[in-house]
């Protein structure tokens, strides 16, 4: 059973800002929606993939989770009910781009620390 996490009003956007922050190389774009109410239980964030698809992403105690197919829409709520972990794991459904974009820094990284150890 997935339990929610409760944090005050102030905190949630702090962590929806971490989590945004994380996830800003692999987007178009990322913010908090300006117009659906967060509570001590969830907000809720606006994004566009690589691919230029917008959603309307859910973050709570128990996940993420796409409640819309457009920036501030959470109609489906009521109907979608797969969470996902982490802002990564979601990306990785909803986004072949993110897939590339996430690898291509993974191997960039990898070769910076490659060329740090031969020199």
């Given at each position: 059973?997935t339990?929610?996490?409760?944090?005050?009003?102030?905190?949630?956007?702090?962590?929806?800002?971490?989590?945004?922050?994380?996830?800003?190389?692999?987007?178009?774009?990322?913010?908090?929606?300006?117009?659906?109410?967060?509570?001590?239980q969830?907000?809720?964030?606006?994004?566009t993939t690589?691919e230029?698809?917008?959603?309307?992403?859910?973050?709570?105690?128990?996940?993420?989770?796409?409640?819309?197919?457009?920036?501030?829409?959470a109609?489906?709520?009521?109907?979608?009910?797969?969470?996902?972990e982490?802002?990564?794991?979601?990306?990785?459904?909803?986004?072949?781009?993110?897939?590339?974009?996430?690898?291509?820094?993974?191997?960039?990284?990898?070769?910076?620390?490659?060329?740090?150890?031969?020199?």
């Amino acid at each position: 059973m997935t339990e929610e996490r409760v944090l005050d009003e102030e905190s949630w956007p702090m962590e929806a800002e971490a989590a945004i922050n994380d996830i800003r190389k692999h987007v178009n774009s990322a913010q908090i929606s300006p117009e659906l109410k967060s509570s001590n239980q969830k907000i809720f964030i606006n994004l566009t993939t690589l691919e230029n698809t917008p959603f309307c992403i859910e973050m709570s105690g128990s996940g993420f989770r796409i409640v819309g197919r457009q920036y501030n829409d959470a109609s489906l709520s009521h109907i979608e009910d797969k969470y996902y972990e982490t802002p990564y794991a979601l990306l990785n459904v909803i986004s072949k781009k993110y897939k590339e974009s996430f690898g291509g820094e993974l191997m960039n990284r990898l070769l910076d620390l490659a060329k740090q150890t031969e020199g």
